[in-house]
């Protein structure tokens, strides 16, 4: 079997789960399609890395933007620090067994320090392993390093105006945390050498580690791998309380508002009075019967890119809900959430939005309790699995969005898409995405009634 190097995500994907790193290795095409959502989660990760350059300036690209040219990266890096430079990005060192790219490597007056850069808004423990790892290739390579530190978003960061890098970042030294570190890699990293040189995959049964820290992409491989009947639990009989339903119901005044809201979050804050990560409502959908067996209105609201949506979403919506009635939604803690941060960004919708609060009803919470409940619902109270369960006749697989995160995705293309029969083709699918949820919690509520 040939000599591999074993890279920084090696490493981190073999302490996971040596099976996964065999897979990777020697069984690629089994890997998972990777999802929108996953693909965004890599995209942004590399956005957020490129814009922490700017924290030092002027730094050449040791990559040429291209890590597929391992040996050139290894000889440019060399030939930099050499020649005298002081700022270098992506920065690739071997030390014949193990390779790793460091995000920035700078030349201070004590020495030259080591940045990893990392789209979360917190040190995680896979990152301090992640960052031992780096200081061990680099450090053995022969280059010294006084210091390595990790680089993540600060989500208190409040946008005004342009953005300010600085307060963007949080930069936490590691030093100390990984040096203990250094004496462990070592037995981690032969045990996984030896695994590969035996050229036959682990036998590793599923667990745990398929999705901690990262969900596996081999899941639907080792799935196929199972033995038939594996985790399978007893399935939980049917039930109807009614009396608990009558109590919900009972609490429910006319006319009913039948609410749902889509959001989208950036790792780097597009508006003034947000922050990153912060999930920002750009769509709702709203029933509205006013009367018990009445007809049902339909009133929605969706965004227009590049303009911030939450002022004219909270004007549209407070206008839409009017001042009596319940408003029903899936998850109240969700929508409740998106309103508290928009009374707290926008404070002149205050006191209208605080005034929507005691009219808040979760129709999830009959089926969290299990008041009704069917096997089809497969032990899930989310709305995407009670609705197929209980109506039939209405079906997300019938919609060109289906779930939450593609509709973020789509709207976040919205962003770069000049196409105006794209734009609209999207616009139309995301207010039917939307609306297919509250519909949905008008056709349930009528299946509580006795």
Known sequence: ?????????SFIRGTQCPKSLWLH???????DETSDAQQQIFDTGHNVGFLAQQLFPGGIDASRGEH????????????????????????????????????????????????EVKASTRVKDYQVNDVAFQYYVITRSGLPLRRVSLVHVNNQYIR???????????????????LPMQEVIPGRLYSLMDMLKTGMMPEISMGPQCGNPFPCDFLEFCRQSCTEGENVNEPRPANRDQDALDEFLDELEYPLYFMDFETIQFAVPQYDESRPY?????????????????????????????????????????????EIGSIIVWNQAFENTRLREIARDFPEYASNID???????????????????????????????????LVTDL??????????GTASIIYESLYHDNDPGSVQQKRENLLAYCKMDTISLVRILDLLEP
């Not at 409502?281 to 890119?305: A, D, I, M, W």
């Open 278 to 322: 912060q999930q920002i409502p750009f769509q709702y959908s709203l029933h509205v019967q006013q009367t018990k067996n009445g007809p049902v209105e339909h009133f929605e609201f969706l965004g227009t890119p590049p303009v911030d949506p939450r002022p004219d979403f909270i004007e549209s919506l407070l206008a839409a809900l009017g």
């Open 68 to 115: 597929a040219q391992v040996d050139e990266a290894i000889a440019y890096t060399a030939e930099l620090i050499s020649n005298g430079a002081t700022v270098i990005y992506e920065a690739a060192f071997s030390d014949g067994e193990t390779l790793c790219y460091m995000d920035i490597l700078v030349k201070e007056s004590d020495g030259w320090v080591a940045y």
């Open 1 to 9: 079997m040939e000599h591999r190097l074993i890279s920084k995500s």
């Open 395 to 404: 079906s997300y697989d019938d919609l060109e969005i289906q779930e939450g």
């Open 160 to 178: 005004h105006g342009e953005l300010d890098i600085q307060q963007l970042f949080t930069v936490e030294n590691m030093t100390d945390l990984i």
């Open 25 to 31: 290795l020697n069984q690629p095409d089994e890997r």
């Open 355 to 389: 005034s929507l609060f005691p009219r808040v009803a979760d129709m999830m919470v009959p089926f969290r309790r299990k008041h009704l409940y069917t096997p089809e619902m497969n032990d899930s109270y989310s709305l995407k699995a009670v609705l197929p369960a």
